[in-house]
């Protein structure tokens, strides 16, 4: 399905996008190298928090490559799956905690109900 949606990644598209602005994808990948260079966070602590971060911003092509990159640095699947639970649980939390906006606009409009 997502298939539907979303084009491949293929090195086409990733000429075009490279063609069109030459100088920002090639500071974009300086970036992106530096990034998930090994630092106080091992590569594969980073490419665990990327697969995380890719499930929060529901980027099917960063799931992939991150997951990839993941496992291709040592990371477990039973790491990865924590990861993504980790996500899952920040994104319901997220929710969870903005309730507050929703009960002080209750307040302010009406004064609180027994029920329904």
Do not use: N
């Amino acid at each position: 399905m997502a298939q539907d949606v979303y084009p491949a990644a293929t090195r086409e598209l990733a000429e075009k996008r490279r063609a069109l602005a030459p100088e920002t994808e090639k500071a974009f990948q300086a970036f992106s190298r530096q990034v998930f260079a090994e630092g106080a966070l091992s590569a594969k602590t980073k490419q665990l928090i990327a697969v995380a971060v890719a499930h929060v911003t529901q980027c099917p092509y960063c799931i992939r490559g991150h997951t990839k990159a993941a496992l291709r640095h040592g990371a477990t699947r039973q790491e990865l799956m924590e990861a993504i639970w980790v996500a899952a649980e920040m994104r319901a939390g997220g929710a969870y905690a903005h309730a507050a906006l929703s009960l002080a606009a209750m307040e302010e409009e009406s004064p609180p109900s027994s029920g329904g």
